[in-house]
Structures are given as C-alpha cells and as structure tokens.
C-alpha cells in the first residue's frame, strides 16, 4: 500500500485526514488493514507491550518523521486495532503534541474520550480527536452508512455483525452506530446490572446514570434472563426507566440487549414511533390471542 504523507499534511481534522487516506486508497480492503496503512505513513514498528494503564502508545520525534506504535498486549485483536488507529491519528496530526519529550503515552479512558465540548482542554482535545479518526479510519462512513441503510432492522444483530465486518471491537462499532444510524439511538454498556458507560447519537436525550449505579429495574436490560451469547427480542419499555426529560420520559423507547461473557451486557435503545406502535401491537396481538384459543 502506497500512501503520500505529502499529500496528508495539510489536512489537519480527522475526518479530512480518513478523506486524504480514502482518496489515496480508492477500492480499501475491508476490514481497513490499518497496520498496512500505518507502516505506508513511516510508522516503521507495532509492538505490543505489557504494561499495566496503558493501552497504547506513540514514540517519535520533534519532526514526526518516523513512529513507533506501541499496543497493550494483553488487549484483543480488535482493540489493538483500534489503538493503532488512535496513535497514528497522534502521528499524522500536526497539532497533536506530547505532554512531555516525543512520547504519547494513552490509557484505556483515553480510548474512550469523545464529545464535543469547546471547553475541553487541548489534552483531551486531542485524544478526542484520535479516537474520531481511529472510528472514522477503521469504519468509513459511506461504508458504513450504506451497510446500515441496506438493513430491514438496523437493531442489535446488525451491529454485532458490522462489529465482524469492520472487525472492530463492539464499543467501536456501537458508537460509530449511535454516530451514523437516522434512527436516534444509544447503546448502553453494563456489567453485574451496574451501568459502566453509554454512547449516543446527537438526537438522543441525556441518559443520567453513573458508572456502578445500578441498571434500571423496569429495563429490559435488568429482567432479561438468557445465557451468554443470548440477544433479547426489541421491546417498547417506559422511557422514565432510561431518561429524565421531557418529553422523552413520557413516552416509550424501544430496547434490546445482548448477554456477553462475564456479566457484560450491551444494550440498544432506540427513539422509532413506528416501530414502538409496531412493537406494541405485537404484545396486544399476543394478549388477544389467549383467550380466544381457550375458549376453543
Ligand atoms: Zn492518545
């Protein structure tokens, strides 16, 4: 793979950055080969380290004229994945500067910094930015957002597969979801019925929970039982379970969730009137069904 570090220097934001690359690499293999990509932009070694709070790394020089990309050992395939595409977003970007010396140095929360809060400092700034490029890298957004709109039901069985696809791990691919899909989503991660974060689209309201506070009780999440690899069917719960404002909280939400391994549950819900009345005919369908048969 050939790429023109030339022809990338102007381009200072993420997403002209994944522009500049694309431009370069029309037919991109997917998954993006990303260790591909960076080894065509100077980055001469990927190690992977052990080393507990890191997740990845950067060492270079003043000039940026060559890197190398350090990644935790002990992290999956698909999340060093991801940590390559973080780092080199680090690389490639002018602006972007260590704190100290020539060396980032990016922990698993950096991983997961997003937003778009002016009032970030230029840090946070930055590692915001590289998890941007590294999403936008990794999952190419007309891609992508031709994978979703080619979807009869763009639910929890589609991310887990474009999840396969991107080979990205679920938390890239849940929050690229929740950034390109037209139906306002979020997704939900928890563990031992304790939430541990949430990602969501610009059109989805605020979901006030903190890290260990407990799942909801009238969630989906919390009364779904099943066994691992188990995905629940989408159903209309009451928005007050999952937000606060109005008028959001008066109306229903639909959800879904997945049973991972050790406790870990990912959860889908979504704002889609039609699909909430559908959902409740569904039940109301149910319910009528039973007398009937028993009077038979
Ligand atoms: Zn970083």
């Given at each position: 793979?050939?790429?023109s570090?030339m022809?990338?220097?102007?381009?200072?934001?993420p997403?002209t950055?994944?522009q500049?690359?694309?431009?370069?690499?029309?037919?991109?293999p997917?998954?993006?080969?990303?260790?591909?990509?960076?080894?065509?932009?100077?980055?001469?070694?990927?190690?992977?380290?052990?080393?507990?709070?890191?997740?990845?790394?950067l060492?270079?020089?003043?000039?940026?004229?060559?890197?190398?990309?350090?990644?935790?050992?002990?992290?999956?395939?698909?999340?060093?994945?991801?940590?390559?595409?973080?780092?080199?977003?680090?690389?490639?970007?002018?602006?972007?500067?260590?704190?100290?010396?020539?060396?980032?140095?990016?922990?698993?929360?950096?991983?997961?910094?997003?937003?778009?809060s002016?009032?970030?400092?230029?840090?946070?700034?930055?590692e915001v930015?590289?998890n941007?490029?590294s999403?936008?890298?990794?999952?190419?957004?007309?891609?992508f957002?031709?994978?979703?709109?080619?979807?009869?039901?763009?639910?929890?069985?589609?991310?887990?597969?474009?999840?396969?696809?991107?080979?990205?791990?679920?938390?890239?691919?849940?929050?690229?979801?929740?950034?390109?899909?037209?139906?306002?989503?979020?997704?939900?991660?928890?563990?031992?019925?304790?939430?541990?974060?949430?990602?969501?689209?610009?059109?989805?309201?605020?979901?006030?929970?903190?890290?260990?506070?407990?799942?909801?009780?009238?969630?989906?999440?919390?009364?779904?039982?099943?066994?691992?690899?188990?995905l629940?069917n989408?159903?209309?719960?009451?928005?007050?379970?999952?937000v606060?404002?109005?008028?959001?909280?008066?109306?229903?939400?639909?959800?879904?969730t997945?049973?991972?391994?050790?406790?870990?549950?990912?959860?889908?819900?979504?704002?889609?009137?039609?699909?909430?009345?559908?959902?409740?005919?569904?039940?109301?369908?149910?319910?009528?069904y039973?007398p009937?048969?028993?009077?038979?």
């Open positions: 793979m050939e790429i570090r022809d990338l220097a102007d381009l200072g934001s997403e950055l994944v500049g690359i694309l431009k370069q690499v029309p037919d991109m997917i998954p993006v080969p990303i260790e591909a990509i960076a080894r065509a932009v100077d980055i001469t070694e990927i190690a992977a380290i052990g080393a507990s709070g890191f997740e990845g790394g060492i270079t020089d003043r000039e940026k004229s060559e890197g190398v990309i350090l990644v935790n050992r002990e992290s999956s395939r698909r999340r060093q994945r991801f940590t390559i595409g973080h780092e080199l977003a680090h690389f490639l970007i002018p602006s972007h500067l260590p704190q100290e010396g020539t060396k980032f140095m990016c922990t698993v929360s950096d991983m997961q910094e997003s937003g778009t002016k009032a970030m400092d230029r840090a946070t700034r930055m930015e590289a941007r490029f999403g936008n890298m990794l999952m190419p957004a007309t891609l957002r031709h994978d979703l709109a080619r979807s009869t039901a763009p639910d929890l069985e589609l991310l887990l597969g474009l999840a396969e696809k991107y080979d990205t791990s679920k938390e890239a691919a849940a929050r690229r979801f929740c950034e390109l899909i037209d139906t306002p989503s979020a997704t939900v991660f928890s563990k031992d019925g304790k939430f541990v974060y949430a990602v969501w689209g610009q059109s989805f309201p605020f979901i006030p929970l903190r890290r260990d506070e407990p799942i909801p009780n009238g969630s989906l999440t919390a009364r779904f039982s099943g066994s691992e690899g188990d629940s989408m159903d209309a719960v009451d928005g007050h379970w999952w606060d404002v109005k008028p959001y909280c008066d109306r229903q939400l639909l959800e879904q997945f049973l991972q391994i050790n406790g870990y549950r990912l959860t889908l819900l979504q704002l889609d009137e039609e699909e909430i009345e559908e959902a409740n005919e569904e039940d109301d369908l149910a319910e009528s039973t009937r048969f028993r009077r038979r």
